[in-house]
């Protein structure tokens, strides 16, 4: 998805980082009905100055973000492609995250697992356009669904997180039992990491890479 700076030249007089903060979350808000993702910002505070970097299908699906959530419209945006980064052993450039997590199924509560997971597939495909992979797998055998993500960046699992924070929620508390077992690939030092431990103390977390690829586009 292409990829754009907006740049706001003249920001409110007597701007403040927790004020920005707040008009970034209502950007957070919402991104998602349009198929945009808020990847990142950063503010000259004397110069009044602003520049956001945009995931969007088109330059007016990130300008209506932020006409409908704070109405502070960007002065000039930018359609940017990112720089290449190299890649060296053992260093952690790759920005990837993932996750895998093993559930137990409530008794009797197999089928409608199947049912509402894959009813929880399909809104989050429709709105998590920057999510790489997301897929469920069930073993009845053992009474257990596993869930792995592949996110693009840590800010990526955490958007997810916020988005299905209530599914889960009820998930737990209707046909998931205990959790069996929780891994994280990536994402040093990622806030997101504490947020997934609060649900699984257990979490087992592997962050340095060593090598890899993504293809996302193979035939």
């Known amino acids: 998805?292409?990829?754009?700076?907006?740049?706001?030249?003249?920001?409110?007089?007597?701007?403040?980082?927790?004020?920005?903060?707040?008009?970034?979350?209502?950007?957070?808000?919402?991104?998602?009905?349009?198929?945009?993702?808020?990847?990142?910002?950063?503010?000259?505070?004397?110069?009044?100055?602003?520049?956001?970097?945009?995931?969007?299908?088109?330059?007016?699906?990130?300008?209506?973000?932020?006409?409908?959530?704070?109405?502070?419209?960007?002065?000039?945006?930018?359609?940017?492609?990112?720089?290449?980064?190299?890649?060296?052993?053992?260093?952690?450039?790759?920005?990837?995250?993932?996750?895998?997590?093993?559930?137990?199924?409530?008794?009797?509560r197999f089928e409608d697992a199947r049912n509402k997971l894959a009813e929880h597939t399909e809104f989050i495909e429709a709105n998590e356009p920057r999510l790489v992979a997301f897929h469920v797998f069930t073993d009845e055998a053992t009474g257990t669904v596993s869930i792995v993500q592949v996110h693009r960046d840590p800010e990526s699992m955490e958007f997810h997180m916020k988005l299905v924070a209530e599914h889960i929620k009820a998930a737990l508390n209707d046909y998931l039992g205990e959790t069996v077992s929780t891994h994280v690939y990536g994402g040093a030092g990622a806030p997101i990491v504490d947020t997934i431990r609060q649900y699984?103390?257990?979490?087992?977390?592997?962050?340095?890479?060593?090598?890899?690829?993504?293809r996302t586009t193979a035939a």
């Open 200 to 214: 699984d103390p257990d979490t087992n977390v592997v962050t340095e890479h060593l090598a890899g690829f993504t």
């Open 1 to 108: 998805m292409p990829l754009y700076l907006d740049i706001h030249e003249h920001a409110p007089e007597g701007l403040t980082l927790e004020a920005l903060e707040q008009a970034h979350q209502v950007d957070l808000d919402h991104q998602a009905k349009h198929g945009v993702t808020f990847r990142q910002y950063w503010v000259d505070l004397a110069a009044r100055k602003v520049f956001c970097l945009v995931e969007a299908p088109g330059a007016e699906a990130a300008a209506a973000v932020h006409r409908e959530g704070h109405g502070l419209l960007a002065n000039r945006i930018y359609e940017v492609v990112e720089g290449h980064r190299s890649h060296r052993k053992g260093t952690a450039m790759s920005t990837a995250f993932i996750y895998t997590g093993t559930y137990k199924v409530r008794d009797g």
